[in-house]
């Protein structure tokens, strides 16, 4: 099978007017509420599924018809369901499959998903989503998140063909040590429609070692 892509001279576009991304990127997605979340997410996902891009998307947020409700304005999206192309899974699906989370495991998910894409099923490219409030839930596990998301900047490299965008409600996200944490395991963000290279970024390696 042959895809094709929304790579250019390795530049994405990201769907937001005059946003792209790079190859391999690792983006935390800052916003505030449920609209402003779709505003860049329904861009993200149309560009990426018109592309013929995998778009492989981890949803909190139950009330899926936000999100498919615009993006079915567009696309056939059931049609792109069945094909497979896009994918759309509750957290409960891929982070808390029993009611913990396991950051080894979790990255299994990815990398599954990433293989499956691109070297089975022929897609030239993957766009993956997570929506990150489930890290809030009392659950087993939720003060991984951000080993989780330094570990996913030793996964990223290994997929240049991918994009990974994590989503981070700044209503919900109050606590600002989580937020330093997020800031110092993220390389670009994402806030106000602009997309940022991260001065507080810190290398994987080296954070990783902090925190053992």
Not at 56 to 67: A, N
Not at 95 to 112: C, H, I, N
Request: charged letters at 25%.
């Amino acid at each position: 099978m042959t895809m094709t892509t929304s790579v250019t001279n390795s530049e994405i576009t990201m769907g937001p007017p005059g946003v792209t991304m790079a190859p391999g990127d690792h983006i935390c997605a800052f916003y505030r509420g449920r609209e402003q979340r779709d505003a860049l997410l329904v861009p993200f996902l149309r560009e990426g599924l018109l592309a013929g891009d995998k778009c492989l998307c981890v949803m909190d947020d139950p009330e899926t018809s936000h999100l498919l409700g615009p993006l079915s304005a567009a696309l056939d999206v059931e049609m792109f369901q069945k094909s497979g192309q896009f994918e759309l899974l509750t957290s409960d699906d891929a982070y808390l499959p029993d009611g913990q989370f396991l950051a080894d495991r979790m990255l299994t998910f990815w990398e599954s998903g990433f293989d499956g894409a691109l070297d089975q099923d022929g897609y030239g490219f993957v766009r993956a989503v997570g929506e990150m409030t489930w890290a809030l839930r009392d659950a087993p596990g939720v003060d991984q998140l951000v080993g989780y998301e330094g570990l996913l900047n030793r996964f990223t490299p290994r997929y240049p063909r991918s994009v990974l965008l994590c989503l981070y409600d700044l209503e919900r996200f109050t606590d600002g040590e989580v937020l330093i944490g997020m800031l110092r395991t993220h390389p670009k963000v994402l806030m106000s429609g602009q997309l940022l290279e991260n001065p507080w970024y810190d290398d994987p390696d080296e954070y990783l070692l902090e925190r053992a």
